[in-house]
């Protein structure tokens, strides 16, 4: 089994920056894809980006690109996510989930594991 934890979020105000953290723990396993996902109140879980194993491929939601940076420490399993410019339409809770279907990185069906979320509040 493998755990996923998030951290990081908080409330800001808008254009502030908050940077997101998501720890892999329990059963050692390598060569997935981890993509941070968002679900805003009353809407479905959407796609924000992911980074490949090696970290040598990055995507972005087209709401976030030059927004944001995705990128991962493998030796403490954990990946980030860097908001900068917070828009009131980021608020969200964000979700960390893994993937080995690497060409579906931003199909919420295609993870197989996910984490609690953590809570992204951006006041006007």
């Known amino acids: 089994q493998v755990q996923l934890v998030e951290s990081g979020g908080g409330s800001v105000q808008a254009g502030g920056s908050l940077r997101l953290s998501c720890a892999a723990s329990g059963r050692p396993f390598s060569g997935y894809t981890t993509g941070w996902f968002r679900q805003a109140p009353g809407k479905e879980r959407e796609f924000v980006a992911a980074i490949t194993w090696s970290g040598a491929h990055t995507y972005y939601a087209d709401s976030v690109k030059g927004r944001a940076t995705i990128s991962k420490d493998n030796a403490k399993n954990t990946v980030y996510l860097q908001m900068n410019s917070l828009k009131p339409e980021d608020t969200a809770v964000y979700y960390c989930?893994?993937?080995?279907?690497?060409?579906?990185?931003?199909?919420?069906?295609?993870?197989?594991?996910w984490g609690q979320g953590t809570q992204v509040s951006v006041s006007s």
């Open positions: 989930g893994t993937t080995y279907s690497g060409s579906y990185y931003y199909v919420i069906g295609h993870y197989d594991y």
